[in-house]
């Protein structure tokens, strides 16, 4: 997850942006960078690797304590796409022009071919580097820098957070953001800009959030904030946070945060794997996969816990997409049953940490017998080391014991995997697959929406918290997430729960049902599976169960039942439904733990990483 910090002010910028970039590595990056204004030019440095990396490039300046610059922007860049060189580290410049981005340009191809029409020579492989050289092209035409801002910001389509320094208007920073956080950090005769509070913490207390939409001018005694065109007041937060709850982002737990990370996660692990003018699939981490792909006669997809459950979906994308049969194990199962599978198979582990011993035994007792592809989110784990290739998700770190962005970000993955193979062996037609990459690219977006629900899980939360047994309901890709929902309420509130695909309901848990017992039944739009789920739903209404409704279908859809609850989500894709439902689930969980009291982030008896059999 990239990290950005700004400074315009009186004191030395190096100091301050290093020190902020410095508070944002817990979010993970592999180089950086900083532009320096100094004597009205900009002096760009970039690094691979850590900070550390950076700051010897600085070592005379720091070992003097001055720079001479007292305005400049700091990146922190982890890769999505190609390797993690200095020339695709931030900021990136064109003419007169230093900018640094967190985000995702989904046109950039588009305009991309469009400026290099125009003459603009591009120099490193990012989509940030498109609105660099838009930026400039705007201000070589004239207009005054809050016009080529708002300018750019039209033509791009995506999220970003900007950050941009004109070397002709020395002592501005301008900024725009839309679908990823930004926020200004207010001091005397000093301005701050971060994309996350800890990076300012050590000089001033009193924050303006950023909204979507939003375009400020910040200079050293002055922040102007528009949005449409016309001016607007952000109001001021005084945040007394200390370095952990400021780490946490002023969320209470870790889990919490790492929800409303989710937006973030994904967009970082969508950056740069597709196109979506043609649907193609850039993994070029799956090279390995290109000779084989199209021999391929079967798929085994092993985890443990959350994984697994992201396992059984990305089943549905193998299936669906790549037409391979797919079968689904838990790690632990898997590694000591007799394995019939010959060599045209692919096993793929997947792995949060890259650390879970069963997952690391499967894939160990396959090697050299069939292709194997890790999916992680730990550069470098134990997992990625013995498997052939390594597909990362950019989940950035998690820390509370339950899985949630990673899960998110594993059906991400899972998809990008099924388009890719679906790609090699023409098992889709390029219109289809460019209309499912078109709809991944919504997702950032549709996770933020779907958060809304909160309050209203809030409230649904009170109302269940003193139950002792829950039940999840789903059909077909809502399945699993039927059993994801009970995992992480059982996990953290220690409450029982289980889950069940809802056609099975009549064969046994239909026993339990009473009116002590809330039933959550996840309700996909697509027709048949929605009546087929809607009928057992009424079989459990029936017995007086509480019934919550977690749903994405239209609002005229008619339920025909008195459910207790219904929580609906903005529906993106049919593939991506089950990532959105999902999200009250989590949200539910926590805050049922948070009313019983519980530890939210280190659960009784859990660890995150299981290295034990
Ligand atoms: O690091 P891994 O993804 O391999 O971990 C697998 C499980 O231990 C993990 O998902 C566990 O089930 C979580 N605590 C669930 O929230």
């Not at 990823?180 to 009193?206: W, Y």
């Not at 498997?387 to 998700?393: N, R």
């Not at 059982?490 to 009473?514: C, F, R, T, V």
């Amino acid at each position: 997850m990239c990290g950005i910090v700004g400074y315009v002010g009186g004191q030395d910028a190096l100091p301050i942006l290093l020190g902020g970039l410095e508070a944002l590595e817990y979010r993970g990056y592999d180089s950086s960078g900083l532009a320096l204004v100094k004597d009205g030019r900009v002096e760009i440095t970039r690094a691979t690797g850590k900070l550390h990396e950076l700051k010897k490039l600085f070592a005379a300046q720091l070992a003097v304590a001055k720079s001479s610059a007292t305005q400049g922007i700091g990146h922190t860049r982890w890769a999505t796409h190609g390797r993690p060189t200095e020339t695709n580290a931030h900021p990136h410049c064109a003419g007169r022009v230093s900018l640094i981005h967190n985000g995702i340009i989904e046109n950039y191809v588009e305009l991309r071919a469009e400026l290099e029409k125009q003459g603009c020579f591009f120099k490193s492989e990012t989509d940030t580097e498109v609105a660099a050289h838009l930026l400039n092209t705007l201000l070589e035409k004239g207009l005054d820098p809050r016009e080529a801002m708002r300018q750019m910001c039209a033509a791009v389509r995506g999220s970003y957070a900007f950050l941009a320094i004109d070397e002709k208007t020395p002592g501005h920073i301008f900024v725009a953001k839309n679908s990823t956080p930004i926020i200004i950090g207010k001091g005397q005769g000093e301005n701050f800009v971060a994309s996350d509070i800890p990076a300012v913490l050590q000089h001033t207390r009193r924050i303006v959030v950023l909204e979507d939409g939003d375009l400020a001018d910040v200079t050293a005694d002055a922040i102007y904030i528009e949005n449409g065109r016309k001016p607007v007041e952000r109001r001021e937060e005084t945040v007394s946070w200390d370095p952990i709850t400021a780490q946490k982002g002023g969320y209470k737990h870790f889990m919490v945060k790492e929800i409303f990370d989710q937006s973030q996660a994904v967009a970082d692990t969508l950056r740069g794997r597709f196109s979506i003018e043609t649907g193609a699939i850039f993994l070029p981490e799956l090279a390995g996969l290109e000779a084989v792909a199209k021999r391929l006669k079967r798929v085994i997809l092993v985890g443990c816990g959350t994984a697994w459950h992201a396992c059984l979906e990305g089943k549905f994308f193998i299936e669906n997409f790549a037409k391979i049969p797919c079968d689904v194990d838990y790690a632990s199962e898997f590694r000591y049953r007799p394995q019939l599978f010959d060599s045209d198979t692919l096993v793929v582990a997947v792995s949060q940490s890259g650390e879970t011993l069963d997952t690391l035994g499967a894939i160990e007792c396959v090697k050299d017998r069939a292709t194997t592809l890790a999916i992680c989110n730990v550069v470098g784990a134990s997992i990625c080391r013995r498997a052939d290739m390594v597909l990362y998700t950019h989940a950035g770190p998690e820390i509370s014991v339950a899985s949630t962005k990673a899960f998110s970000t594993q059906l991400i993955a899972l998809e990008l995997l099924g388009l890719f193979l679906a790609e090699r062996r023409d098992t889709m037609s390029p219109s289809t697959r460019r209309a499912i990459v078109e709809s991944m690219i919504h997702a950032p977006v549709g996770i933020s929406n779907a958060l809304k629900v909160e309050p209203a899980v809030v409230s649904i939360a009170k109302r269940l918290a003193t139950a002792r047994d829950f039940l999840f309901l789903g059909r077909g890709t809502c399945y699993p997430i039927a059993l994801e929902g009970a995992l992480k309420l059982k996990e953290i509130s220690y409450i029982h729960a289980e889950g069940y695909p809802a056609g099975e309901m009549k064969h046994g848990p239909i026993a339990l049902i009473d009116e002590s017992m809330p039933v959550v039944v996840i309700l996909q739009r697509e027709k048949t599976l929605f009546e087929k789920t809607l009928s057992n739903l009424r079989e459990v209404e029936a017995r007086g169960a509480k019934v919550v409704v977690v749903t994405d279908a239209p609002e005229d859809r008619q339920l025909g039942i008195a459910s207790d609850f219904i929580i609906r989500v903005p529906f993106v894709s049919p593939e991506l439904s089950p990532l959105l439902l999902n999200l009250p689930l989590q949200l539910l969980a926590y805050h049922v733990a948070v009313m019983n009291g519980t530890d939210v982030d280190l659960p009784q008896n859990l660890a995150k990483s299981v290295t034990g059999e």
